[in-house]
């Protein structure tokens, strides 16, 4: 996008300073364009593919939009909303429809194996919020729980879920599936066992509205790694190296100023960037939950947004043991990469 510039006070009239003057300060003038930064005319586009509808889990993004982190980088940054029914993270960025998305360890390592050229280059949490949740009057704590009941789980969890149930002896057909959508109430309703969503989101909601709930996170089920692990085609990291880095030091200097301004952030969500109906204290609580899931684990000793190979490992490895690739097929430099979020940190 174009920055615009105020009329120079030196803006005079040809008359006033007469033909030899004009022609020198336009000569000044000119030479004064070739040398101002390429940014200061068009900022460079990136197009950003959500997982979730827009709401506080996604607050960083927007506080760098709201502090001009990504205008002062030379970045239009555009963060497009998903959903239950939106286009799946990876095969936006694997199409070219997005420039960047976020998705996890597990969708990471099954998109390169289906052949989608895509690669992690950092993690917005260092721990993943997502869980199965239930009525703690009738809680699932693992999986052998799961079994006979009917659980509302979106279709991109639900591979993951049935390659832990076929690898601990379960057989997932014994599990009902049904659609998920934005509002817990169904579990609050009684009409399913279990809901998937992010304890931090979700799971806050209901516990807003007094539902006692029990939590089973999907890492503690046996599913590796980090949440808003973020993504971006090779052909991207290998030719827009530079522009990813500059968006990256944007968005760390975002998360760091959600963190900051929790309840902020959470206003800013619910009146200006969010999905309408957001409720605001619910955003708040989630706001202040961030910090248990962002600056932790090896975040804590690098940087806000750090990736590890260790989580990609376990992921590799999990994938052998569902009989999803043969072992040594896809190495861990085939779906993440270090390069990016050291630069963002200037980290040798």
């Not at 704590?141 to 799961?146: G, M, P, T, V």
């Not at 806000?304 to 861990?332: D, Y």
């Amino acid at each position: 996008m174009a920055r615009k510039f105020a009329p120079s006070h030196s803006a005079l009239s040809i008359a006033a300073i007469g033909r030899r003057g004009f022609l020198k300060g336009a000569a000044g003038a000119a030479a004064g364009i070739a040398f101002m930064p390429t940014a200061a005319f068009a900022a460079e586009k990136v197009t950003h593919q959500l997982g979730w509808i827009k709401s506080i889990q996604f607050g960083g993004h927007f506080a760098a939009i709201e502090n001009g982190y990504f205008r002062d980088a030379g970045i239009d940054a555009e963060f497009v909303a998903g959903g239950p029914n939106g286009i799946g993270s990876e095969v936006a960025v694997a199409t070219g429809q997005a420039t960047t998305s976020d998705t996890d360890v597990d969708g990471t390592v099954r998109a390169r194996i289906s052949g989608m050229p895509i690669k992690a280059f950092a993690a917005i949490m260092q721990k993943a919020p997502g869980a199965i949740m239930s009525l703690a009057s009738k809680p699932i704590n693992s999986l052998k729980d799961l079994p006979g009941k009917t659980i509302a789980l979106p279709d991109g969890v639900r591979p993951q879920v049935n390659a832990l149930l076929t690898a601990n002896g379960l057989d997932p057909a014994s599990v009902k599936y049904v659609p998920v959508g934005t509002d817990p109430g169904i579990l609050a309703a009684g009409q399913v066992d279990g809901y998937y969503g992010w304890a931090t989101n979700q799971g806050v909601m209901l516990k807003t509205r007094g539902v006692d709930i029990a939590v089973a996170y999907m890492n503690d089920l046996g599913v590796p790694g980090y949440a808003g692990v973020l993504i971006a085609s090779d052909d991207t990291i290998d030719k827009k190296k530079d522009l990813l880095i500059a968006w990256l030091k944007a968005e760390i200097k975002g998360w760091q100023w959600q963190l900051d301004h929790p309840d902020e952030m959470a206003e800013l969500m619910v009146n200006k960037y969010g999905q309408r109906g957001l409720n605001l204290e619910a955003q708040k609580a989630e706001s202040r939950m961030m910090k248990e899931f962002l600056p932790i684990g090896a975040a804590a000793k690098n940087g806000l947004l750090w990736i590890e190979p260790e989580p990609f490992k376990a992921g590799l490895a999990f994938a052998v043991s569902a009989g999803l690739m043969k072992q040594g097929a896809l190495s861990v430099g085939d779906v993440m990469t270090q390069e990016l979020i050291k630069a963002a940190h200037a980290k040798a």
